[in-house]
Nanobody, 124 residues
Framework: QGQLVESGGGLVQAGGSLRLSCAASGRTFSTYAMGWFRQTPGKEREFVAA????????YYGDSAKGRFTISRDNAKNTVYLQMNSLKPEDTAVYYC?????????????????WGQGTQVTVSS
């Protein structure tokens, strides 16, 4: 069984930066796309960014474009989300997820594996 474990969340002031990590284990994810979603209470999970595990382009949600960067380190089986110029509205629980390539990667229902989430809080 595949497992995803996020880390790197925390409290940061507006304008600051955080780097989230997602460590993958338990199976090979070479045919998967890795995504980041976020969720606030009472709202659906929002697509943030995605990257194929093997090769290919990256994808970003509107809220992430120009500020966030998704990357991967295949040797470490880890996917990262570098978040810069953070805003209070970025406050959410951030989830790492894996979806088989070919599925609509901006949709949460495409993803088979999910991490437990990491809280990001941006103070004004």
């Amino acid at each position: 069984q595949g497992q995803l474990v996020e880390s790197g969340g925390g409290l940061v002031q507006a304008g600051g930066s955080l780097r989230l990590s997602c460590a993958a284990s338990g199976r090979t994810f070479s045919t998967y796309a890795m995504g980041w979603f976020r969720q606030t209470p009472g709202k659906e999970r929002e697509f943030v960014a995605a990257i194929p595990w093997s090769s290919g382009p990256t994808y970003y949600g509107d809220s992430a474009k120009g500020r966030f960067t998704i990357s991967r380190d295949n040797a470490k089986n880890t996917v990262y989300l570098q978040m810069n110029s953070l805003k209070p509205e970025d406050t959410a629980v951030y989830y790492c997820a894996a979806a088989l390539m070919g599925r609509p990667i901006t949709r949460a229902e495409s993803y088979d594996y999910w991490g437990q989430g990491t809280q990001v809080t941006v103070s004004s």
